[in-house]
């Protein structure tokens, strides 16, 4: 079966159906065209949604930038930040 026939019988699915292809799709090329770089669970939260119609696609991760690669915790001496909300609302 060539490709245009694969589409030409795809052309006459219901929605459903489609989303069911593109999913099976998208899992068996290990999304090399979109690399989103999503983990499996990710991936199969997010095919879930696009079944279900509540979503359509997932935005291109962007790499992480210097910000980000160098970010680091400032140590606050005390008692923690969630321990001094409690006791000031009583």
């Known amino acids: 079966m060539t490709s245009a026939e ?3 019988e795809i052309a006459k699915m219901p929605l459903a159906e489609k989303r ?7 899992e068996q090329l290990g ?3 979109g690399q ?3 983990d499996s669970k990710e991936e199969k939260f997010v095919n879930g949604l696009k079944q ?3 979503l ?3 935005p291109l991760r962007l790499p992480d930038d210097e ?4 970010y680091q915790r400032i140590e606050v001496k005390g008692e923690p930040l969630s321990e001094t909300i ?3 609302r009583g």
Do not use: C, D, F, S
Not at 20 to 26: D, E, I, S
Not at 67 to 70: K, S
């Open 67 to 70: 910000v980000r690669q160098n």
């Open 36 to 38: 989103t770089g999503l």
């Open 6 to 8: 694969v589409m030409n």
């Open 20 to 26: 069911r292809v593109l999913a099976a799709l998208v």
């Open 52 to 54: 279900k119609g509540l």
């Open 56 to 58: 359509t696609e997932v």
């Open 86 to 88: 409690v006791k000031e």
């Open 31 to 33: 999304q090399t065209a």
